[in-house]
């Protein structure tokens, strides 16, 4: 992963998914990590952040180890030992406890990192996951602001918000002085422990989620992102227009984009 632009395709009984990962125009080099999973159950995407290549450190380490938590085997050993939720299928909850296992893990595996070796600018990533389980369940989960949306029946719907200075002075009623939209309030890594937003629904077939960077949503505006979304042909041609649109618009970030659609 190591080249300017990363392109992955996966095709499965229930998926097709398409990611594209640049550097952008600006930047030296690409601190954002994308997966997808060669059977099609889950995407994982990280932007990478700190100083000199640590950000790329950072994001590489947490997909690694996540990509290990989500395997089918996993999945079913989380099943033998977990406890019925009313109204949360057994397999979404077993996901939900491997999820928060995972986020700590890869936590503590970069807060580790950054403690033991003295950085002075701890290295992190935010995050954001999605996976897919039997009868069209989709569970995602998210630290700070990479984004999920899904595209269903013409229409773009957010399904994360992001963990922002901004995004929380606009809850509180944008009440004083207006912070820039780049500054994280949460992230893997630079603290002790972190917890992640997760979430699930009942998915159907033809929906379109599509992650991302906040090196895309930054540049392309949501009614952009949904009228690329309508006109494209097919999810790799998706993926790759939306990074077009977002170099066109002055990439100034790495841009990642994953998009699964459910078949």
Not at 104 to 114: Q, W
Not at 230 to 253: C, P, Q, R
Request: net charge negative; hydrophobic share 40%.
């Amino acid at each position: 992963m190591d080249d300017l632009r990363v392109h992955i395709k996966v095709e499965s009984e229930h998926l097709d998914a398409a990611g594209v990962s640049d550097t952008g125009l600006y930047r030296d080099e690409n601190q954002d990590t994308i997966y997808i999973d060669e059977g099609g159950r889950f995407a994982l995407l990280a932007d990478g952040m700190g100083g000199h290549d640590r950000g790329k450190e950072a994001s590489r380490t947490i997909i690694s180890i996540l990509r290990e938590f989500f395997q089918p085997e996993k999945i079913a050993g989380e099943l033998r030992d977990i406890t019925a939720v009313e109204g949360v299928p057994a397999e979404v909850n077993g996901i939900f406890a491997l999820i928060n296992k995972g986020i700590r893990k890869s936590n503590y595996a970069v807060y580790k990192k950054n403690t033991e070796e003295g950085i002075e600018r701890f290295m992190g990533a935010t995050l954001v996951g999605l996976i897919f389980s039997l009868d069209y369940y989709v569970t995602w989960f998210h630290v700070g602001d990479s984004r999920l949306y899904r595209f269903r029946d013409n229409a773009l719907t957010p399904l994360t918000l992001d963990h922002s200075a901004y995004m929380e002075w606009v809850n509180h009623g944008s009440i004083g002085e207006e912070p820039t939209k780049n500054i994280v309030t949460r992230a893997i890594g630079p603290r002790e422990g972190v917890i992640p937003e997760i979430r699930w629904e009942k998915g159907k077939p033809g929906d379109i989620y599509m992650l991302c960077s906040d090196g895309l949503n930054d540049m392309v505006p949501d009614n952009d992102i949904s009228n690329i979304i309508t006109s494209a042909s097919s999810v790799n041609g998706i993926a790759v227009n939306l990074l077009n649109a977002a170099l066109d618009a002055g990439g100034f970030d790495n841009i990642s984009i994953l998009v699964c659609k459910l078949i």
